[in-house]
């Protein structure tokens, strides 16, 4: 089983796969507009998010929606991950590229 710091690893690496060569959408409000329509793949969300309210329906969101949803360190690391010279809240991918099989382990993962 893939402990949580694996999962953060493979976290960032999807969303950097999936910047390349598919599709991701960076930020709280296009992260949630991709749960919302069911086109995300995969939800990541940062930790150090302050006020914490800013993404605490995003998890629910993403459960009832059958969404695999993963948290991670940083907004600052999320934000490189993504390409962003800036941190981010969040990142949906939307279609994911060469990070497809990525997913799938971390899926698994969170099934365990």
Known sequence: MADEKQLMEMAYEAVELAKKSGKIR??????????EKGTAKLVVVAKDV??????????????????PFIQTGSKDDLGAAAGLAVGTCAVA?????????VIKEIEKALKE
């Open 26 to 35: 960076k930020g709280t409000n296009e992260a949630t507009k991709s749960i």
């Open 93 to 101: 991918i939307v279609q994911e590229g060469q990070a497809a099989n």
């Open 50 to 67: 302050n006020p914490p309210e800013i993404v605490m329906h995003i998890s629910p969101l993403c459960k009832e929606k059958g969404i």
